[in-house]
């Protein structure tokens, strides 16, 4: 009964860590919304009112000016100095946010971003058999943090400091193993063929 307690608890918080970052972008995005569609509002009264596929002018320059602020914001984000302020953001306060250089690693490989941090596939040994898990970093000539999510929602998981005899290092990507946890392992035939 634990147990089952336990796994309800993990993929309930596991799903708030999931939606969280979306529902934060989607609130960002209608506030942004607004703000552009007040300031288009008085530049479109005097154009005659015209729907495009069922979209209002008005809503139609809205969402190209949030596309051109992001795109904007993107060309900005590569210089050095906005790379500078974000490296002091994340290393002064977002590293202290629970989870954040994971799922920023995780989301940066799914939308194909190369990051530094991009973390090793590793597999460990647990009760049941091999496991997924991400090595972190080193902390000694022998000893190793690495994270172990949990399937479906990698979000989710556990800290876990393991010897270096007990890593059995996997040819894959961080991407293919994420693949393969939220499909609860389908696929791992041939990611890991010849390697257990």
């Excluded at 302020?85 to 977002?94: A, S």
Aim: glycine share 8%.
């Amino acid at each position: 009964m634990k147990s089952i307690l336990r796994i309800i608890k993990a993929t309930f918080l596991g799903g708030i860590l999931f939606l969280a970052p979306l529902v934060v972008l989607l609130v960002i995005l209608e506030k942004g919304y607004g703000i552009i569609k007040k300031i288009t509002l008085p530049l479109v009264t005097n154009l005659p009112r015209v729907h495009v596929l069922g979209i209002a002018l008005q809503e139609l320059i809205g969402i190209t000016i949030i596309i051109l602020i992001c795109f904007v914001a993107g060309l900005l984000a590569r210089t050095k100095k906005a790379k500078e302020l974000i490296q002091k953001l994340e290393d002064g306060i977002l590293s202290f946010v629970p989870g954040y250089s994971f799922m920023k690693s995780m989301n940066e490989n799914i939308m194909g971003i190369e990051s530094k941090e991009n973390l090793k596939v590793i597999l460990v040994p647990t009760d049941a058999g091999w496991q997924f898990a991400f090595l972190i970093e080193q902390i000694d000539e022998n000893n190793f943090t690495v994270f172990v999510p949990d399937a479906p929602n990698p979000w989710s998981g556990s800290v876990v400091f393991v010897e270096k005899k007990d890593i059995k290092e996997v040819d894959m990507t961080q991407k293919q193993a994420l693949a393969c946890i939220r499909k609860l392992g389908f696929g791992s035939k041939e990611l890991l063929k010849n390697k257990l």
